[in-house]
């Protein structure tokens, strides 16, 4: 990378940091943002990110809840939006005891296995 004057870089800097870009895709693509924290199993809902197992093999991951319909939580992938949604009942949590805790501190993070097919 070539140097360049002071000047001139925070003038590229000030350019690029105009508006930010509306989000790209479809709206219906984008996720809930959950405004507070599940305190418990029964407060998890649209928006709040809980490590689910994608498979036996394949481990645990990140996913968002993207909907609640009575005790049934449909949730996708939070790094893979295009693998199909998928759908736990609020009992298929983990029975670990040892409820990880978020990076910052703030709550657990709620764990939901794979259910057998």
Known sequence: MPNIRQTLYSQIVAALAGTPEAPRGKAQDLPTVASD??????????GHLVIAQESHDNGWWEAICIRRDGDMLTFRFRDYPKLPRFSRHK?????????????????????FQETDK
């Open 91 to 111: 009992a298929a949590r983990s029975q670990r005891t040892d409820t990880p805790q978020r990076p910052d501190g703030s709550g657990p993070l709620f764990r």
């Open 37 to 46: 924290l599940p305190k418990t199993w029964d407060d998890i809902g649209p």
